[in-house]
């Protein structure tokens, strides 16, 4: 079946921006998401964006839709400690969620 | 406060019992879903069930039985446990485009 594709890890330092990537397969879903999950927690939506939107600003959050390639990335600017979390994308028209992408930052 | 409740948060089962995974949401939302986490594996739906009184298998069925009690009401079966299924499991629900609700999570451990 088709699922989103998602890199595994990656450290950044607090202050820092980070930039997690994620490559989805359906192009009909209307919503993509982004979730968080802090340790020993379920997911939590972070962030959604329109299908028919490129880019979505949500305070330190910025969501980047290329339709074209189907990727999608979420920028944390000014990355505190709190963000470290595992993150997820997923699409509305799919139940498949990613492998996620950890975030650890150092302080 | 609004959102989907799981019980139990933990449990641990000899090999071979059983034991239902309880899931309630009271949002009004049509969809429930259950999904197991494993390391480096991320989610995987289990079951789901679309509108109260329908249920369809997911990604990974084999082990598992569930119930649509009601619109709020969403039970996951083990009738035969196996140490495979140890897991993280999640309930979740959605009723429109913006995402799904999760529960905090049932941590199930087969000895």
Redesign the interface.
Known sequence: ?EDVEQSLFLSVREGDSSVINCTYTDSSS??L?W?KQEPG?????LT?IFSNMDMKQDQRLTVLLNKKDKHLSLRIADTQTGDSAIY?C?E?NR??????NQVVVIP | NAGVTQTPKFQVLKTGQSMTLQCAQDMNHNSMYWYRQDPGMGLRLIYYSASEGTTDKGEVPNGYNVSRLNKREFSLRLESAAPSQTSVYFCASSGDNYGYTFGSGTRLTVV
């Open positions: 079946g209307t919503y998401y979730y927690a379920g997911l939590q939506l959604y997820f997923a509305s139940l498949a969620f990613g492998k996620g």
